[in-house]
């Protein structure tokens, strides 16, 4: 349970169990603490006992409002000692609530509590002209009620530490999860080994926005960003959406793989089809200067090795002859189109439509023929 949940803890429901334990043993504490406080001369009158339920009542609502709880607890027991009852150390019936706003993080105000509950006997010993004996009886006593509560202070800094390291690691894996696919940062997490994986199958896509950095000379930084932001948030749902993993922005360029790091049949089908999405949804907008933007997309299919490398900057990433011949289908293509390798072009041809482009010449393999997608097939 994190501190944020542990806070606003009865926000969705009722108290839960251990509160109601809670809520009954301090009700029960207080109403002994009441009956066996030393200094009483005679049985307490029954509405002392009132203290006891009242406190335990509000300690139900701690966790919504753990600031007004202390107030309120701190109020009634002001109340309480004001009227010939039984005397108690405020540590009994302050417990359960300066524990809570103190691991809530409401360190000032419990101090505040503390301090007057621990400081205004000594104020009333040295403004009141008290019987002999009294003053050292009531000295005597302050020193265990300051014990109780310095303990009840620590006690609610261990749970507030544990909560904000809670917290701490909760954010850590959420950040952790933002760069690398679950299954590998589990395995990041379990041992300090060397992750690094052979797939055979796998599709890579590469969208890269034609002339966008140009067309943002001049622009805001501010805006440029932004609409990066936007548009690769658009993106990030997309590949979500089709099972598939990002592996990295290159600039105005975005980088997607099916297949891994859990094997898939249809990889391809799914980068094919979220490749479409990506073409429609950019044909639709204007880059920061006004202009019309445009994409080039390219696609290949092959094997793989996937790994993450960095130490202190993980980054889980593809190599392969694979990789670098989508990125060429992506740099050799055509602005608004989606270049596919004929390998891909084999697997999907059943399911989408495409027009043959021919064979390009493709630095470092010569010719290649290549295909543009331009649809999935009506049956499909």
Do not use: C
């Not at 052979?198 to 590469?206: A, H, K, L, S, W």
């Not at 019309?292 to 593809?318: C, E, M, N, Q």
């Not at 331009?374 to 499909?380: I, M, P, T």
């Amino acid at each position: 349970m994190t501190a944020d949940s542990w806070q606003s803890g009865m926000r969705q429901g009722p108290p839960v169990g251990i509160d109601w334990v809670l809520a009954v043993a301090l009700t029960g504490v207080v109403s002994v603490a009441i009956s066996v406080a030393p200094q009483q001369q005679q049985t307490p009158v029954a509405a002392a006992y009132v203290l006891g339920p009242l406190l335990g009542g509000l300690s139900l609502l701690r966790r919504r409002w753990p600031l007004p709880v202390l107030f309120a607890s701190a109020a009634t027991l002001f109340v309480y000692n004001q009227f010939d009852t039984p005397g108690m150390f405020a540590a009994v019936p302050l417990s359960v609530s300066m524990v809570t706003a103190w691991a809530a993080g409401h360190l000032a105000w419990s101090s505040v509590v503390a301090a007057w509950f621990t400081l205004s006997p000594i104020v009333f010993v040295l403004v009141s002209d008290l019987p002999e004996g009294f003053a050292d009886q009531l000295v005597s006593g302050l020193v265990s009620d300051v014990a109780l509560m310095g303990a009840v202070l620590l006690l609610g800094e261990a749970l507030r530490t544990r909560r904000a390291l809670l917290a701490e690691r909760e954010r850590s894996e959420s950040l952790l999860l933002n760069i690398l696919p679950a299954s590998v940062a589990d395995r990041l997490k379990a041992n300090n080994e060397v992750i690094a994986d052979r797939f055979d199958q796998v599709t890579v896509m590469f969208a890269d926005l034609v002339d966008f950095t140009e067309s943002s000379d001049g622009i805001e930084p501010g805006e440029v960003v932004a609409e990066l932001d936007e548009l690769f948030t658009v993106f990030d749902e997309l590949a979500r959406r089709h099972g598939l993993e990002k592996i990295k922005t290159i600039g105005d360029a975005y980088m997607v793989a099916g297949g891994l790091p859990e094997p898939s049949a249809g990889h391809a089908e799914a980068v094919a089809g979220m490749a479409l999405e990506v073409r429609d949804e950019v044909a639709g907008r204007t880059d920061p200067s006004g202009r019309p933007l445009a994409v080039r997309i390219g696609i290949d299919t092959g094997p793989v090795v996937a790994g993450v490398i960095g130490r202190h900057k993980f980054s889980y990433d593809l190599w392969g002859d694979t990789v670098n011949t989508a990125s060429r289908m992506e740099s050799q293509g055509v602005p608004g189109r989606i270049q596919v390798t004929e390998r891909t072009q084999q697997r999907l041809r059943d399911r989408f439509r495409f027009e043959r482009r021919g064979p390009i010449e493709i630095k470092g393999k010569g010719e290649m023929p290549t295909w543009f997608l331009l649809s999935r097939n009506d049956s499909s």
